[in-house]
């Protein structure tokens, strides 16, 4: 649904601020005093973005559009059906929603599927355990792998007792810090495992909180180390095997996976605009992306940051608004698998990186934003404070250091500013990659005001006089 009713709201706004004397745009370089009343004068813009978001028409349609997308087409792995589905889908729902230069760019992706898989616990007792295999992991022979198991809580305790692995199931249960610190141990633990002679490895779930749930996610193999089965167990179960064996137990395990890496498939990044009104070759790109997990329905990864960034193009085109610069949404195909599209999008683009003002991606959860991370010079982070306090209805006006997003960190390693939505990260974490992952763990108001924020900062970004400063 569209409302063009709001083009006359839109340029009335525009009329208001073009007739205060100190909303220049003039392209000289400015001080920063006048830089801050040019950022001002988007107060009656951020309240019009504010009222249509949070509280008019457009309430509810990120989460509404996304629950629709996700109860039709489910998960979205790489290389799935269910991908090709919803990429088709939001090409032809970013068309009919009016954006401009609506078009997919083609990349190649990985295709990994996890088959059938299962864990039995045969000693000390039987018990079937919750498993979900890691991506790229390769599977178990048929009749599976039943072999002994070393619980360790770190790569250093694995080292010191490398004797004791050989032939055996490596069990990570490391505590969990943070998601990337703790992280490590899915990425490289098989690899590890695998360099002291285990024949698998099971890694506790890089979670927050659990009841129960496997968390999966991407695992790397090296050159030159044995490729062994590798797989996520819960919280709980990595606990108990660490009880049972300072007691003294033996474990004994029976591993089957039916997991396969199949070539290439083919893909795409979905791509769409408000072409720039002054300076349409300059970019602010907004971003998510659409690939998820096999399991639950990839709503919150990153179903969430997909949605409003595409709400923020239409809250902006609803409101009647063009900026000076060129905003563009990109839904990155293949992030989980390591930022497969956005690198491809990167070596594509890379030679207009001088026009691109901000890169922004939104990856780490669409609640009630506690404020913006962004990662640039000191005079575009003091910029960064000023849009950021035109958010003050809302209360959110937070920035915070290190924004990033697999999918925008390339762009950010060569000097380009980025910035992320920053959330309540216990909670993302939660659910992140588990079968939990699903329009329940979602919210309606809270994505209202994550997209308010996210259109308030990519429009003004985008319309500003100048772009921002690199250093
Ligand atoms: C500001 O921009 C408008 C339209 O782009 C232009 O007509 C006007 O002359 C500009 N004003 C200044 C002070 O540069
Ligand atoms: C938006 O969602 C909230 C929470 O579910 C609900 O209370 C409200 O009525 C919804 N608004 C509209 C316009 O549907
Ligand atoms: C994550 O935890 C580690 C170890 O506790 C700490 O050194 C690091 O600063 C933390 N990182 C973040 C982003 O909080
Ligand atoms: C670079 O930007 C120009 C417009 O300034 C556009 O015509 C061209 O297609 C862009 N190139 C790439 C590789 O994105
Ligand atoms: C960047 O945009 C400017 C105009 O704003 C244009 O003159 C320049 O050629 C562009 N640079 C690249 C690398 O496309
Ligand atoms: C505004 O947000 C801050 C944290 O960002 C919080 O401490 C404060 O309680 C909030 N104020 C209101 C009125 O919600
Ligand atoms: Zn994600």
């Known amino acids: 649904m569209k409302f063009l009713l709001f083009t006359f709201v839109g340029a009335h706004l525009l009329a208001l601020n073009s007739g205060k004397a100190i909303c220049r745009n003039d392209t000289s370089q400015r001080t920063f005093q006048e830089i801050k009343e040019e950022i001002a004068c988007y107060g009656d813009v951020a309240k019009a973005i504010i009222d249509l978001a949070v509280y008019g028409k457009a309430q509810n349609r990120s989460y509404e559009r996304l629950a629709l997308l996700v109860d039709t087409v489910g998960s979205r792995l790489s290389g799935s059906k269910g991908l090709e589905k919803a990429i088709q889908i939001m090409c032809q729902n970013l068309k009919e929603d009016g954006l401009e230069n609506v078009h997919l760019e083609p990349v190649k992706i990985p295709h990994w599927e996890r088959g059938e898989e299962s864990a039995m616990m045969l000693e000390p007792r039987m018990q079937k355990m919750a498993i979900l295999g890691l991506g790229s992991s390769i599977g178990t022979p048929p009749e599976g792998i039943t072999a002994e198991v070393l619980v360790v809580t770190s790569f250093d305790e694995l080292r010191r007792r490398a004797q004791e692995a050989r032939g055996k199931i490596v069990v990570y249960n490391q505590p969990y810090t943070n998601y990337s610190n703790t992280v490590k141990y899915r990425v490289q633990g098989a690899v590890e495992a695998a360099k002291v002679g285990a024949l698998a490895s099971l890694i506790r779930s890089v979670a927050s909180f659990s009841i129960y749930s496997p968390h999966t996610g991407i695992q790397e193999y090296q050159d030159g180390v044995p490729q062994i089965p590798t797989a996520c167990i819960t919280v709980e179960d ?90 563009r949404l990109v ?134 006089e100048e772009m921002l400063p690199r250093s």
């Open 238 to 327: 990595a606990e108990m095997m660490s009880r049972m064996v300072s007691r003294g137990s033996k474990i004994v395990i029976q591993l089957k996976m039916g997991a396969k890496n199949y070539p290439d498939a083919d893909s795409f990044n979905t791509v769409a605009e408000i072409i720039g009104s002054k300076y349409p070759e300059q970019v602010v790109l907004v971003s998510g992306h659409l690939d998820s997990w096999d399991v639950g329905q990839g709503a919150m990864d990153d179903g969430g940051g997909a949605f409003i960034s595409w709400e923020a193009l239409s809250l902006i085109q609803d409101l009647g608004l063009r900026p000076k610069r060129t905003l």
């Open 331 to 464: 839904l990155w195909t293949a992030e989980e698998q390591g930022g497969v599209g956005a690198f491809h999008y990167y070596q594509s683009h890379k030679a207009n990186i001088s026009n691109y003002s901000l890169v922004m991606e939104s990856d780490a959860g669409t609640f009630l934003p506690s404020g913006l991370q962004f990662t640039g010079s000191e005079k575009a982070r003091a910029i960064m404070k000023e849009v950021m306090s035109l958010l003050q209805p809302i209360n959110v006006t937070q920035v915070f250091s290190a924004g990033e997003g697999t999918d925008i960190n390339f762009w950010i390693q060569d000097g380009v500013p980025g910035a992320s939505l920053l959330d309540d990260l216990y909670k993302y974490f939660s659910f992140h990659h588990s079968r939990g992952d699903t329009m329940t763990a979602m919210d309606p108001k809270q994505m209202n005001v994550a997209a308010a924020v996210w259109a308030v900062v990519s429009y003004v970004v985008a319309d500003m």
